[in-house]
């Protein structure tokens, strides 16, 4: 838009008798009002105001919480895991020990009924 500005300008200044520095001070005239309404449309749409740095603060925020709530509970399932897997394992002790007891109760058993074979067999 600038560049057709321009040339509409010099354009212009072709078909009147305009001198030279006459037409340098109104091409810095133009540039300038090209510049500052650029620059005005850039600060228009520039997310740098106050609403945007609010939003990103929220953003910032809710993000920390997920994440701590999402520790949390990463946490939580470790602990019933480990606190399950500790149950398991002293049930498999429970159920060695049960076996070990049974094991001698039938080798006590086998014993007697050897004795009571041999007293029979006399």
Do not use: C, W
């Not at 309404?37 to 609403?51: E, F, G, K």
């Not at 910032?60 to 946490?75: C, F, T």
């Not at 480990?82 to 039938?106: F, I, K, V, Y």
């Amino acid at each position: 838009m600038k560049h057709y500005l321009r040339a509409l300008f010099f354009g212009a200044l072709s078909l009147s008798p305009v001198h030279l520095a006459q037409a340098d001070n109104l091409d810095n005239i133009l540039d300038n009002t090209v510049n500052s309404i650029s620059q005005a449309i850039n600060d228009a749409y520039t997310p740098a105001d106050d609403r945007y740095k609010e939003d990103d603060r929220r953003r910032d925020e809710e993000q920390r919480r997920r994440d701590e709530e999402d520790y949390r509970r990463s946490d939580e399932a470790r602990r019933q895991y480990e606190d399950r897997r500790r149950q398991l394992e002293d049930r498999s002790r429970q159920l060695a020990d049960r076996q070990r007891q049974l094991d001698d109760e039938r080798r006590q058993l086998e014993r007697e009924e050897r004795r009571l074979e041999e007293e029979y067999d006399r």
